[in-house]
């Protein structure tokens, strides 16, 4: 029985999507929930599983073409399959028949920027081995394969007679690759792009002492894992810190609608997570109520399904403020680029031992330098630096954030 598969139903906030990878070809067994192909919109990556045991008939919608809500991919046909093309044509066949069908085959699977290269230089495309989908000879492995033949010639013809002086070559090969950027990292250009033109931001900078929250954390982080069963990170303080601020300063907690000003009386705070397709922002809801443990875990989990591709579009839908943090890769000083529609996001740095002065004397302390990036046309600046300066404050005494000071 033949099955149309089809592309997830997106959300309204999600038009299209691209066909990412197809994990199955035609005719190769496939059983029921197996993943067989990667639909990438701008915010995730959707996985399509197979509806039942079989097999695909046919592909509809190659890798790279776009696909809309519900729209049918492929052609997959129920049953149990015993053998695939793939493996019949594994079966020997005479050597003299043989011959002939690789060069055949090998010209069928070439591109036509490939087969064009290989006829201006004289080359038997059954001589290129193609790397790219299926055994497929691109033009990129013709010209290695030119590269090859080119180097080897030389080597072969020194004997007979003296090569003549030539220029000198820089050492190594200068290989280069063009990979299309993928749709989520396309879509991250297009927001950083659009925040920066259509914004009137600016960067204030602070500087905390990290000391007070280490000594907490140190003595108390294994009371905490025990009983709550997540380690105790930096981030929690951060985001209760922040949290408690966007309640003093409720501009910097809103965004902008057209020419509107949209206040939220509830704080969702964003968390940028990096991941092998991009930057990716999951959002932490209604932190006021959630307890360090809550946001340690809440983290994790989305740390976890961000680098595993599990992340869902709900789970990055809306928030009011974004924290990202640079530190963890190094980086003293940064400015941060909004996210719109939210009116400010706040940079985290690498934790740096450094001399400070403190009541006339010179002591090294753990300090960390903040930056708080924000849409002048919403956040005055007098907003802007007593928010980072609450943060601060709160941070170098943490009992603050208890009391409610």
């Known amino acids: 029985m033949s099955i149309e598969i089809k592309a997830p139903t997106f959300p309204e ?111 038997n495309l059954a001589d290129v081995k193609g790397t790219g989908k299926g055994g497929r000879v691109t033009k990129e492995d013709v010209q290695n394969h030119v590269k090859s033949s080119s180097s ?29 950027m993928t749709r989520l990292r396309a879509t991250i250009a297009k927001r950083l792009v659009d925040a920066q033109q259509n914004a009137a931001m600016l960067t204030t900078y602070n500087e905390v002492n990290m000391k007070p929250v280490m000594d907490l954390r140190k ?26 601020a966007l309640k003093r300063f409720p501009a910097v907690n809103a965004s902008l609608d057209g020419n509107d000003m949209v206040y939220h009386g509830y704080q969702d705070v964003g968390v940028a997570v990096s991941t092998e397709r991009g930057l990716v922002v999951p959002i932490l809801r209604d932190t006021d109520s959630m307890g360090l443990a809550e946001i340690e875990s809440t983290i994790g989990d989305y740390a976890k399904r961000g680098r595993d591709g599990k992340l869902g579009i709900e789970d990055m839908q809306g928030g009011t403020f974004t924290i990202t943090n640079g530190g963890i890769f190094g980086s003293l000083m940064s400015t941060p680029i909004l996210n719109p529609p939210q009116t400010a996001i706040m940079g985290m740095h690498k934790i740096q031992e450094r001399p400070m002065a403190v009541n006339g004397e010179v002591v090294i302390l753990p300090m960390m330098y903040l930056a708080l990036s924000y849409d002048h046309r919403m956040i005055d600046g007098k907003e802007a630096v007593q928010f980072l300066v609450t943060i601060k404050e709160l941070l170098e005494d943490p009992a603050r954030m208890l009391l409610d000071i």
Request: proline residues 8%; hydrophobic residues 40%.
């Open 152 to 180: 080897s010639a030389p080597a072969a013809s020194s004997s007979a007679a003296p090569a003549p002086a030539a220029a000198p070559m820089p050492a190594g090969e200068r290989i280069e690759k063009r990979v299309p």
């Open 219 to 244: 003595q108390y982080k294994d009371q905490f894992e025990k009983a709550h069963g997540v380690k105790l990170g930096f981030m929690s303080f951060f985001v209760k810190a922040a949290t408690e």
């Open 13 to 123: 906030s999600v038009a299209d999507g691209t066909v990412a990878t197809w994990h199955k070809k035609p005719g190769e067994p496939v059983e029921r929930d197996e993943l067989i192909v990667d639909i990438e919109t701008d915010k995730v990556v959707l996985e399509v599983v197979a509806p039942a045991n079989g097999s695909i008939k046919n592909i509809l919608k190659d890798e790279g073409e776009v696909v809309l809500s519900d729209e049918v991919l492929a052609v997959f046909e129920e049953g149990e399959v015993s053998a695939s093309p793939a493996k019949e044509e594994e079966k020997p066949a005479e050597p003299a028949a043989e011959e002939s069908s690789s060069a055949d085959d090998s010209d069928a699977v070439a591109g036509p920027a490939a087969r064009k290269l290989a006829d201006e230089k004289g080359i």
